[in-house]
């Protein structure tokens, strides 16, 4: 099992901010791409908090997201500090990969050919 050290961002009252690292972004935007591309996905919004950093996916820009991806630093060491979220707010999916984690996503992109 390995681990990611967070880097926090200082924010604009000079709290640390959690944010995702460029390497978790390639990974992110490499999926978003790929739905962008099916037709599934239109637009994303990027929310850097003091605790939680969110990946928000949306259909289209005036709605709620379809979905949250969130990272966590402190369940780093119990759940895992990924965690993809419904539109309800259930969670999908959690763990310490955030390559697995995706994973309940990219079933998406699965069809069926006739």
């Not at 901010?17 to 990027?46: C, K, N, P």
Request: hydrophobic residues 40%.
């Amino acid at each position: 099992m390995t681990f990611q050290s967070h880097s926090p961002v200082p924010g604009p009252g000079g709290d640390e901010q959690v944010a995702f690292h460029r390497t978790e972004l390639s990974v992110i935007l490499s999926l978003y791409g790929r739905m962008v591309a099916a037709g599934e996905w239109r637009d994303y919004g990027i929310s850097c908090l003091r605790e939680v950093a969110v990946f928000s996916v949306f259909r289209r820009s005036a709605e709620n997201p379809l979905y949250r991806i969130e990272k966590r630093p402190k369940l780093r060491g119990k759940q895992g500090q990924y965690a993809v979220l419904g539109m309800d707010g259930r969670i999908l999916k959690r763990g310490h990969d955030l390559k697995s984690v995706l994973r309940v996503l990219e079933r998406k992109l699965i069809r069926a050919v006739e």
